[in-house]
């Protein structure tokens, strides 16, 4: 089974540039130093899923022209993940309701931000239909494929990482315990999220992550959730191991 991973967004919750800002990779004329919120496209044979969709997502799906999808899995309830669910609504409109795969507290949360989508006592006639379907730390089954839930730390709130084969996607990650370490053996690839070069109170930095990298040793390592303080695209990859590489906007792998 080939499982191809486009990046749809590999910034943080501000996105690069930031508004209003005169940091010098915020003024960068490079293309890889663009980046929209944090989210990736997972396709493989006729399935086509989302991880996460933030407040550029009706961008990144005209972007990446993408004609459908089956569903959305959320990693956690922050705004850059789930601010852009109610342009949902042409794919909902013309497939059905979509699924949105999320742990109990984000469905609840979701319910409450967007209560105008989810109380059926209260759903507004233009808004999108959606399935909610609630994961926990279990594997769940997408079309032919067992995704397997990651449950890491973002500061002190439990979040979702997924592993789709051998492919493992990890944003907004600081730690990680043993037992879920053990979930991350023999990767082809894993993505995580470097967010800069100073520590961070809830994001790995790029020491960080590589001394993760280098423990799960996956044979190829993407970084994403990039800020503009991690620097310029084309000179934080000359500092990376062989096997690791920066991430960037519309950056497509098969694995």
């Known amino acids: 089974m080939k499982i191809k991973i486009t990046f749809l967004g590999t910034g943080t919750s501000q996105g690069i540039p930031v508004i209003n800002s005169v940091h010098p990779v915020c003024l960068s004329t490079d293309k890889r130093d663009k980046r929209l919120r944090v989210s990736i496209l997972v396709e493989w044979d006729n399935f086509t899923y989302v991880v996460d969709c933030g407040p550029d997502f009706r961008y990144q799906m005209l972007r990446a022209n993408v004609s459908k999808i089956d569903g959305v899995l959320f990693t956690h309830e922050h705004a850059d993940h789930t601010a852009g669910l109610d342009d949902l609504r042409p794919f909902s409109f013309s497939l059905g309701a979509v699924p949105i ?102 994001h790995l930095n790029l020491e960080e992550a590589l001394a993760l990298i280098d423990e799960l040793k996956p044979k190829k390592a993407y970084l994403t959730h990039i800020s503009q303080y991690l620097g310029f695209h084309a000179e934080v990859e000359k500092l990376l191991p062989t096997n690791v590489y920066l991430a960037y906007d519309e950056l497509a792998i098969e694995v």
């Not at 984000?106 to 989508?117: E, G």
């Not at 995704?147 to 730390?153: K, Y």
Request: proline content about 5%.
């Open 101 to 202: 795969y999320a742990h109990n507290r984000v469905l609840k949360y979701l319910a409450t931000r967007f209560d105008y989508i989810l109380n059926d006592n209260n759903k507004y006639p233009g808004a999108p239909s959606v399935k909610q379907i609630e994961i926990d730390k279990q594997p769940f089954l997408l079309g032919n494929l067992k995704v397997i839930p990651i449950e890491v730390q973002h500061g002190k709130l439990s979040i979702f990482g997924f592993r789709f084969d051998n492919i493992a996607y990890l944003t907004d990650v600081k730690t990680i315990s043993e037992e879920e370490k053990v979930k991350l053996e023999n990767l082809d690839v894993l993505i995580l999220n470097a967010v800069r070069i100073k520590p961070h109170h809830s």
